[in-house]
């Protein structure tokens, strides 16, 4: 059958059997029509970068729905008469940019831009679904799914939410009205679009093997089920999502569409029952609740509303259904499914076909457990549940605000037998998420009936018995069993305190019954603009953000290359300690579409992706040769003609291992455990030494103490993957990479190749995010795809998913700080020992111990050779060599002296402001800034209001958490940015390119606010081209923070120098000659308008950035979950080039910090060394609602800098240092429970991260004392 829809008003026509048969929307978007708008990172449903909009007639009610969808889960072959639109429909620069795209370019809300289509795509669908009329907090609500790495959401959720109709966000005027957007203009013509063209598709040359069928009726379906042999595979292919969740099998050899069956998709609202069609969307079913909330007997749809709000994100809820999500928990016991506890909860029955005649209704769990093959679900059947006899709640506790599986999830439902006695008469008390077979709380189930549910005797022997009945199984990454009969019983506990009369309730203990609510956020940004500098220092639009915005800015993996492309996927070894003996293909190299496996013997020149320098001084094996470093090192490469075929056939390469070496150590803490010295390596450099090893006699009022600060690792998450396109040309090979360091990327392919450096030649126009992980780790995917481009002679493409990355590249160094102290009783120190490791995983490179944390160590703070020393060692660990994360080094020496100032104001029952005054370094520019932020926070008063807030509320308790930072920025590695300007005398435009990379930071738009500036031509007039290795060869990382102001340098110097020559030519010409005749004349006299020149080691000397930040956040002590109420960020940016751009570098690098102290926990097997959280399913970086609700950013006024480059600072890293924060508000908030939980005055170790299981673990909370009273 043929499937006819259209894109962008585009109609297309495909033949099912000429794709492969799961072919996604995604795929077919980008590879076949080349709209490469729509993106693709994870392509499980959890980042949102490539979402589209797809209009689809509803079956049941013949509506025409627009909804946001995940095009990588969505199947090609689900699209018949459906009418998708991407970004690139919404508008470019020839037909015009949608409003969308105009307010978040705008609004700032794009850095890297690779996560801004997405955005655009989710907003448009929004808008569209509710005919324009959200609210801001619809809006806020909206983006769980959209992951943004760079910006910290805040500009992104200005932009979005200013659509909103409660909205007062001041629109930019050139943002022209809503009501535009809901035409949809043809990109052809520019008009509106009448579907009346046609395109062809590119086609697959093999047919696919399996079977698609698209029945219209329930006979229909059953007719093509028919048609499945005994023992074949099928799916019912509903919104295809579940693949986000469990990948679907291999083989299946029957796609059965039920989307258009109207019999699933029907519903019914009676008296005593609501029938929710099985295939009916998630996003149908909630609609459907709040409907039936208003009928009597129906008013718990509400909290299943409120429960459904946070399953998956949006996109997914749209097309995801019902049946599918009760499927994947039939399939999969162990799946915490939301829709299944809430309704078995609610004891809800399941309509289900066997054949179209015979249908059956039975309860969920009778369906659960049903062998019958070929089932299909019709419906499920909620029956009323009159408010006066019934009480009913839902849970769902979850690692970050949205779009987290639970770690526990809940439902309750009581009949009253006597409401005002409250007497049960049956109760169904259901738990998720605890082991696969628990379902029911089976032991109070059978307690309650006859009890007074509020009962002091009967509370306390529920949780007895609840207790007992758990026992939670051990399954990592989820969290620990521990945590999670804590949160079981915590949440019947709540459900108590929420539901008991008042006066039963202690009013301490109310607020408990509550779980943490979040208003809507908002931002202010304060920072000054000198207008005689313009366009230098004036809050300017980054130069890319409308085609970042509009979906027209290309990454690497949008180019186009030859179709005889290869793709590549890495195959990696699994035995850490071993030696590879020996590699078998053959099977790999069987399978359809595979090309050619190439493994270390293959490489003509040195197998490592670094070139060796001061900072990378150790080999980085392209592919393991011999001793397995660490699991999942690559060890070959599969090149096949597509990505999907290379991933498979990569699990198909048999590896021989010889010589067994265990045991492995793949953590600091096993190495120190185990004492392996020769894993230890001291790395001295102008240690400071402690005069007197013990320091001065102890005082009365003195205090000591010792502690131990442990910093996990993180991953960088950057949204674009790494990506490398090698193609070549002539005798030359030319390479797309994304990296953040083009000489080292050419260099490591040329070693490899045995090729002349000026063999291969690079083009960075712009990276999706880089953060560190891009600086040498991007060579490892680049040496791959080289290799193979090489050896075969044709294009390879070689985009890593998001599991090999998690699992192959190396992350943060991990860090732990054993730190004893003494100190006076007014918290003045007199001695500080820290003693720290960090985690450089298989080798030393990329070293962060001496190079950039030892010179943080010291902060603002009067810690000299007489009171403080601090020795730093690299541990060796069996785990990919560790590399540089945003603020590598310095976040963490920023974190260890924090944290003993912190901990020395604990021991004193200080004031943790009060100890930092005391400790200031004078001299230090602090000193004025400490007490002024004070002032302005209100920190006394809030302290004050919190700790009374605290003595208020058992359960919830709030922390306030003070940073402070002096960030020294280091310019001694920045050698050399080549940077060529050139004007065009046609017309006066002037382009810069530059040996630094776009990756986000601005790069772009600082060079050519300071080319307009220096040459005196308006902004509109100057861009910015890619960077490449023959104008930019040479050049040095694009990291540290530094390249802007450095690149910057290096275009005014150019630029100086086009003035020189042209001075004599405007001298003669006089004042009234313009721009163009001055150029015009300076051509004709021969006068060169091109010049380059280059930033040199010294031009900026190395100087200090200073910040601030004050956290103020609120912990459920029962569940643990937090909101970030409000945080103060005052940092010091000099004369910024271009505060947009800078407010947020700040709020991005503080939002990258909540996710390293909070949310992104990082879990392996210690026993394999094995990574066991590698997905967006498992990882969590913060998403929109986990941002500060009030997000204050200052940039210090007044403030110029007189090394620095036009007076400014660099900002890109700095502020992560400041959210270590939250870490002492956490601290604040959990010594108050624990007080209350009457512990003994303990300081709690509290590292990064820190998650909702360490703040219930270390709350001091007892399940015996769970009383209502
Ligand atoms: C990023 C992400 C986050 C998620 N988070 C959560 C979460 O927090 N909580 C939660 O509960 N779920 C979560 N989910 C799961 C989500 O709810 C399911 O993916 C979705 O409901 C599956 O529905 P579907 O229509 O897409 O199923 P499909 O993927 O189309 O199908 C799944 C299975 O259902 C079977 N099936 C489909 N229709 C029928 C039918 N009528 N009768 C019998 N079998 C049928 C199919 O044969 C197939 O085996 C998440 C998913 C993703 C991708
Ligand atoms: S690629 Fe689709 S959600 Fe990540
Ligand atoms: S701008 Fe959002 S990920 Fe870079």
Same mark, same amino acid.
């Given at each position: 059958?043929?499937?006819?829809?259209?894109?962008?008003?585009?109609?297309?026509?495909?033949?099912?059997?000429?794709?492969?048969?799961?072919?996604?929307?995604?795929?077919?978007?980008?590879?076949?029509?080349?709209?490469?708008?729509?993106?693709?990172?994870?392509?499980?449903?959890?980042?949102?970068?490539?979402?589209?909009?797809?209009?689809?007639?509803?079956?049941?009610?013949?509506?025409?729905?627009?909804?946001?969808?995940?095009?990588?889960?969505?199947?090609?072959?689900?699209?018949?008469?459906?009418?998708?639109?991407?970004?690139?429909?919404?508008?470019?620069?020839?037909?015009?940019?949608?409003?969308?795209?105009?307010?978040?370019?705008?609004?700032?809300?794009?850095?890297?831009?690779?996560?801004?289509?997405?955005?655009?795509?989710?907003?448009?669908?929004?808008?569209?679904?509710?005919?324009?009329?959200?609210?801001?907090?619809?809006?806020?609500?909206?983006?769980?799914?959209?992951?943004?790495?760079?910006?910290?959401?805040?500009?992104?959720?200005?932009?979005?939410?200013?659509?909103?109709?409660?909205?007062?966000?001041?629109?930019?005027?050139?943002?022209?009205?809503?009501?535009?957007?809901?035409?949809?203009?043809?990109?052809?013509?520019?008009?509106?679009? %009448?579907?009346?063209?046609?395109?062809?598709?590119?086609?697959?040359?093999?047919?696919?093997?399996?079977?698609?069928?698209?029945?219209?009726?329930?006979?229909?379906?059953?007719?093509?089920?028919?048609?499945?042999?005994?023992?074949?595979?099928?799916?019912?292919?509903?919104?295809?999502?579940?693949?986000?969740?469990?990948?679907?099998?291999?083989?299946?050899?029957?796609?059965?569409?039920?989307?258009?069956?109207?019999?699933?998709?029907?519903?019914?609202?009676?008296?005593?029952?609501?029938?929710?069609?099985?295939?009916?969307?998630?996003?149908?079913?909630?609609?459907?609740?709040?409907?039936?909330?208003?009928?009597?007997?129906?008013?718990?749809?509400?909290?299943?509303?409120?429960?459904?709000?946070?399953?998956?994100?949006?996109?997914?809820?749209?097309?995801?259904?019902?049946?599918?999500?009760?499927?994947?928990?039939?399939?999969? $016991?162990?799946?915490?499914?939301?829709?299944?506890?809430?309704?078995?909860?609610?004891?809800?029955?399941?309509?289900?076909?066997?054949?179209?005649?015979?249908?059956?209704?039975?309860?969920?769990?009778?369906?659960?457990?049903?062998?019958?093959?070929?089932?299909?679900?019709?419906?499920?059947?909620?029956?009323?549940?009159?408010?006066?006899?019934?009480?009913?709640?839902?849970?769902?506790?979850?690692?970050?605000?949205?779009?987290?599986?639970?770690?526990?999830?809940?439902?309750?439902?009581?009949?009253?037998?006597?409401?005002?006695?409250?007497?049960?008469?049956?109760?169904?008390?259901?738990?998720?998420?605890?082991?696969?077979?628990?379902?029911?709380?089976?032991?109070?189930?059978?307690?309650?009936?006859?009890?007074?549910?509020?009962?002091?005797?009967?509370?306390?022997?529920?949780?007895?018995?609840?207790?007992?009945?758990?026992?939670?199984?051990?399954?990592?990454?989820?969290?620990?069993?521990?945590?999670?009969?804590?949160?079981?019983?915590?949440?019947?506990?709540?459900?108590?305190?929420?539901?008991?009369?008042?006066?039963?309730?202690?009013?301490?203990?109310?607020?408990?019954?509550?779980?943490?609510?979040?208003?809507?956020?908002?931002?202010?940004?304060?920072?000054?603009?000198?207008?005689?500098?313009?366009?230098?220092?004036?809050?300017?639009?980054?130069?890319?953000?409308?085609?970042?915005?509009?979906?027209?800015?290309?990454?690497?993996?949008?180019? *186009?290359?030859?179709?005889?492309?290869?793709?590549?996927?890495?195959?990696?070894?699994?035995?850490?300690?071993?030696?590879?003996?020996?590699?078998?293909?053959?099977?790999?190299?069987?399978?359809?579409?595979?090309?050619?496996?190439?493994?270390?013997?293959?490489?003509?020149?040195?197998?490592?992706?670094?070139?060796?320098?001061?900072?990378?001084?150790?080999?980085?094996?392209?592919?393991?040769?011999?001793?397995?470093?660490?699991?999942?090192?690559?060890?070959?490469?599969?090149?096949?003609?597509?990505?999907?075929?290379?991933?498979?056939?990569?699990?198909?390469?048999?590896?021989?291992?010889?010589?067994?070496?265990?045991?492995?150590?793949?953590?600091?803490?096993?190495?120190?455990?185990?004492?392996?010295?020769?894993?230890?390596?001291?790395?001295?450099?102008?240690?400071?030494?402690?005069?007197?090893?013990?320091?001065? $006699?102890?005082?009365?009022?003195?205090?000591?103490?010792?502690?131990?600060?442990?910093?996990? +690792?993180?991953?960088?998450?950057?949204?674009?993957?790494?990506?490398?396109?090698?193609?070549?040309?002539?005798?030359?090979?030319?390479?797309?990479?994304?990296?953040?360091?083009?000489?080292?990327?050419?260099?490591?392919?040329?070693?490899?190749?045995?090729?002349?450096?000026?063999?291969?030649?690079?083009?960075?126009?712009?990276?999706?995010?880089?953060?560190?992980?891009?600086?040498?780790?991007?060579?490892?995917?680049?040496?791959?795809?080289?290799?193979?481009?090489?050896?075969?002679?044709?294009?390879?493409?070689?985009?890593?998913?998001?599991?090999?990355?998690?699992?192959?590249?190396?992350?943060?160094?991990?860090?732990?700080?054993?730190?004893?102290?003494?100190?006076?009783?007014?918290?003045?120190?007199?001695?500080?020992?820290?003693?720290?490791?960090?985690?450089?995983?298989?080798?030393?490179?990329?070293?962060?111990?001496?190079?950039?944390?030892?010179?943080?160590?010291?902060?603002?703070?009067?810690?000299?050779?007489?009171?403080?020393?601090?020795?730093?060692?690299?541990?060796?660990?069996?785990?990919?060599?560790?590399?540089?994360?945003?603020?590598?080094?310095?976040?963490?020496?920023?974190?260890?002296?924090?944290?003993?100032?912190?901990?020395?104001?604990?021991?004193?029952?200080?004031?943790?402001?009060?100890?930092?005054?005391?400790?200031?370094?004078?001299?230090?520019?602090?000193?004025?800034?400490?007490?002024?932020?004070?002032?302005?926070?209100?920190?006394?008063?809030?302290?004050?209001?919190?700790?009374?807030?605290?003595?208020?509320?058992?359960?919830?308790?709030?922390?306030?958490?003070?940073?402070?930072?002096?960030?020294?920025?280091?310019?001694?590695?920045?050698?050399?940015?080549?940077?060529?300007?050139?004007?065009?005398?046609?017309?006066?435009?002037?382009?810069?390119?530059?040996?630094?990379?776009?990756?986000?930071?601005?790069?772009?738009?600082?060079?050519?606010?300071?080319?307009?500036?220096?040459?005196?031509?308006?902004?509109?007039?100057?861009?910015?081209?890619?960077?490449?290795?023959?104008?930019?060869?040479?050049?040095?990382?694009?990291?540290?923070?530094?390249?802007?102001?450095?690149?910057?340098?290096?275009?005014?110097?150019?630029?100086?120098?086009?003035?020189?020559?042209?001075?004599?030519?405007?001298?003669?010409?006089?004042?009234?000659?313009?721009?163009?005749?001055?150029?015009?004349?300076?051509?004709?006299?021969?006068?060169?308008?091109?010049?380059?020149?280059?930033?040199?080691?010294?031009?900026?000397?190395?100087?200090?950035?200073?910040?601030?930040?004050?956290?103020?956040?609120? *912990?459920?002590?029962?569940?643990?979950?937090?909101?970030?109420?409000?945080?103060?960020?005052?940092?010091?940016?000099?004369?910024?080039? +271009?505060?947009?751009?800078?407010?947020?570098?700040?709020?991005?690098?503080?939002?990258?910090?909540?996710?390293?102290? *909070?949310?992104?926990?990082?879990?392996?097997?210690?026993?394999?060394?094995?990574?066991?959280?590698?997905?967006?399913?498992?990882?969590?970086?913060?998403?929109?609602?986990?941002?500060?609700?009030?997000?204050?950013?200052?940039?210090?006024?007044?403030?110029?800098?007189?090394?620095?480059?036009?007076?400014?600072?660099?900002?890109?890293?700095?502020?992560?240092?400041?959210?270590?924060?939250?870490?002492?508000?956490?601290?604040?908030?959990?010594?108050?429970?624990?007080?209350?939980?009457?512990?003994?005055?303990?300081?709690?170790?509290?590292?990064?991260?820190?998650?909702?299981?360490?703040?219930?673990?270390?709350?001091?909370?007892?399940? %015996?004392?769970?009383?209502?009273?």
């Amino acid at each position: 059958m043929s499937i006819k829809f259209s894109v962008n008003g585009f109609p297309y026509e495909v033949q099912a059997t000429d794709y492969a048969p799961d072919l996604t929307l995604n795929a077919f978007l980008r590879q076949h029509l080349q709209l490469t708008a729509t993106k693709y990172m994870c392509l499980e449903g959890g980042c949102g970068s490539c979402v589209c909009v797809i209009r689809r007639r509803h079956p049941a009610t013949n509506e025409v729905q627009p909804r946001a969808a995940n095009s990588c889960l969505t199947l090609l072959n689900t699209c018949d008469d459906v009418d998708i639109i991407t970004d690139e429909g919404l508008g470019n620069r020839l037909s015009g940019y949608h409003p969308i795209q105009k307010r978040l370019a705008q609004l700032n809300g794009s850095q890297c831009g690779y996560c801004s289509p997405g955005f655009v795509m989710n907003m448009y669908g929004l808008l569209e679904q509710h005919q324009g009329q959200v609210t801001m907090a619809q809006v806020e609500d909206a983006f769980g799914g959209n992951i943004c790495r760079c910006t910290g959401y805040r500009p992104i959720l200005d932009a979005m939410k200013s659509f909103a109709v409660d909205s007062d966000t001041a629109v930019p005027a050139e943002c022209v009205d809503i009501e535009d957007s809901f035409e949809l203009l043809c990109p052809r013509t520019g008009q509106s679009c %009448q579907g009346s063209c046609s395109r062809p598709a590119r086609r697959r040359q093999d047919p696919a093997p399996a079977h698609w069928h698209w029945p219209k009726t329930l006979t229909e379906l059953f007719s093509a089920l028919g048609q499945v042999a005994s023992g074949e595979l099928f799916m019912l292919v509903a919104g295809s999502t579940a693949h986000g969740v469990y990948r679907r099998p291999r083989g299946i050899r029957h796609y059965i569409d039920v989307q258009a069956v109207a019999e699933l998709k029907q519903h019914s609202l009676e008296t005593d029952h609501l029938l929710l069609g099985g295939n009916l969307t998630l996003t149908d079913a909630m609609e459907l609740f709040l409907v039936a909330a208003k009928r009597p007997g129906f008013e718990y749809c509400a909290q299943l509303w409120q429960h459904f709000n946070l399953i998956a994100n949006v996109p997914v809820r749209n097309n995801g259904t019902l049946a599918g999500n009760i499927s994947i928990k039939k399939e999969h $016991p162990e799946f915490p499914s939301d829709v299944f506890i809430t309704f078995e909860a609610l004891d809800v029955n399941v309509l289900v076909y066997d054949s179209p005649s015979s249908q059956r209704v039975m309860s969920l769990l009778t369906y659960l457990g049903d062998a019958t093959p070929k089932l299909v679900i019709g419906g499920f059947i909620l029956r009323a549940y009159p408010r006066e006899r019934y009480l009913f709640s839902s849970y769902k506790i979850l690692p970050r605000a949205q779009n987290v599986h639970a770690y526990v999830n809940a439902g309750f439902l009581v009949e009253w037998q006597d409401v005002q006695r409250h007497i049960v008469h049956s109760a169904r008390i259901c738990f998720g998420n605890i082991r696969p077979d628990y379902v029911h709380a089976q032991p109070l189930e059978q307690l309650l009936p006859g009890r007074d549910l509020y009962d002091p005797a009967t509370v306390a022997q529920m949780f007895e018995q609840l207790r007992g009945s758990l026992q939670a199984e051990e399954r990592p990454p989820e969290a620990s069993p521990e945590y999670r009969e804590m949160l079981a019983c915590a949440l019947l506990y709540k459900f108590l305190l929420a539901t008991a009369p008042q006066e039963l309730v202690r009013e301490r203990y109310r607020s408990g019954g509550q779980l943490l609510e979040r208003a809507l956020s908002s931002g202010s940004q304060t920072f000054e603009t000198i207008k005689q500098n313009y366009p230098v220092t004036q809050p300017v639009q980054k130069l890319e953000g409308l085609m970042q915005c509009s979906g027209e800015a290309s990454y690497m993996n949008d180019l *186009l290359t030859a179709s005889n492309a290869v793709h590549c996927a890495f195959v990696t070894a699994k035995r850490v300690g071993a030696t590879i003996q020996q590699i078998d293909a053959t099977a790999a190299l069987g399978c359809v579409g595979v090309v050619a496996f190439f493994a270390a013997k293959d490489i003509p020149g040195t197998n490592s992706f670094q070139t060796v320098s001061q900072l990378t001084p150790d080999a980085d094996e392209i592919f393991a040769a011999g001793r397995v470093r660490y699991y999942d090192q690559p060890l070959g490469v599969i090149a096949a003609l597509s990505q999907d075929t290379a991933v498979h056939a990569a699990t198909l390469v048999r590896v021989t291992y010889a010589n067994d070496q265990r045991p492995i150590y793949t953590s600091i803490g096993q190495v120190l455990a185990a004492k392996q010295q020769d894993r230890i390596v001291c790395l001295p450099k102008e240690l400071p030494h402690l005069d007197s090893a013990s320091g001065p $006699p102890l005082a009365p009022g003195d205090v000591l103490g010792r502690g131990i600060l442990e910093l996990e +690792s993180q991953y960088h998450f950057t949204m674009e993957p790494q990506t490398t396109i090698v193609v070549p040309l002539d005798n030359v090979l030319q390479v797309w990479c994304s990296t953040q360091w083009m000489d080292g990327t050419q260099g490591s392919i040329a070693h490899m190749l045995k090729l002349d450096v000026n063999k291969v030649q690079l083009q960075v126009r712009r990276v999706g995010g880089a953060y560190g992980a891009k600086v040498t780790r991007a060579n490892a995917v680049a040496c791959a795809a080289a290799l193979v481009a090489a050896k075969l002679n044709r294009p390879a493409r070689f985009v890593q998913t998001i599991e090999s990355m998690m699992e192959s590249n190396g992350k943060r160094w991990a860090c732990r700080s054993d730190y004893e102290f003494r100190a006076r009783a007014n918290g003045s120190i007199i001695m500080l020992t820290n003693n720290y490791y960090e985690d450089a995983g298989c080798n030393l490179n990329e070293n962060v111990v001496d190079f950039l944390t030892m010179p943080a160590l010291r902060n603002v703070y009067k810690l000299t050779n007489s009171n403080y020393k601090a020795t730093g060692s690299a541990i060796l660990t069996d785990a990919p060599s560790s590399t540089w994360c945003r603020a590598p080094g310095t976040a963490e020496a920023i974190a260890m002296t924090e944290t003993a100032l912190e901990h020395i104001a604990f021991s004193l029952q200080l004031d943790p402001a009060d100890v930092r005054l005391v400790n200031l370094r004078s001299g230090s520019k602090m000193v004025q800034l400490l007490p002024r932020f004070l002032a302005t926070t209100d920190y006394r008063k809030r302290r004050e209001q919190i700790n009374l807030f605290n003595a208020q509320n058992r359960w919830r308790k709030r922390g306030l958490g003070l940073a402070l930072m002096e960030f020294p920025l280091n310019t001694t590695v920045g050698f050399t940015y080549p940077t060529t300007v050139a004007i065009y005398h046609e017309d006066g435009s002037v382009v810069v390119t530059h040996g630094g990379i776009e990756i986000g930071q601005g790069i772009n738009t600082k060079a050519a606010q300071v080319a307009a500036f220096v040459l005196g031509v308006p902004l509109e007039r100057v861009s910015v081209e890619s960077s490449n290795t023959v104008s930019g060869a040479n050049s040095m990382i694009t990291a540290n923070s530094m390249s802007s102001e450095m690149v910057g340098l290096a275009v005014r110097k150019a630029c100086d120098t086009l003035n020189k020559r042209l001075e004599p030519v405007k001298r003669r010409l006089g004042k009234a000659a313009t721009w163009l005749q001055i150029l015009q004349a300076a051509y004709l006299q021969s006068v060169i308008l091109i010049a380059s020149d280059s930033y040199k080691l010294g031009d900026i000397p190395s100087y200090s950035i200073f910040g601030l930040s004050l956290s103020e956040l609120e *912990l459920d002590i029962l569940t643990g979950s937090h909101v970030i109420r409000r945080v103060d960020i005052l940092e010091d940016a000099g004369e910024s080039l +271009s505060p947009n751009i800078d407010v947020g570098q700040v709020e991005g690098a503080f939002v990258m910090g909540l996710g390293y102290y *909070l949310t992104e926990l990082l879990v392996y097997d210690r026993q394999t060394g094995r990574i066991l959280t590698n997905r967006t399913w498992n990882y969590h970086p913060p998403g929109a609602k986990d941002i500060p609700i009030d997000f204050r950013i200052e940039l210090l006024q007044k403030s110029p800098n007189p090394v620095g480059f036009m007076r400014s600072k660099a900002t890109g890293e700095p502020a992560l240092c400041l959210s270590v924060g939250v870490l002492f508000a956490m601290q604040h908030a959990i010594q108050s429970a624990r007080q209350d939980a009457g512990l003994p005055r303990e300081w709690v170790r509290l590292g990064a991260p820190t998650t909702p299981e360490t703040v219930v673990l270390n709350a001091g909370s007892q399940v %015996q004392n769970f009383a209502l009273n």
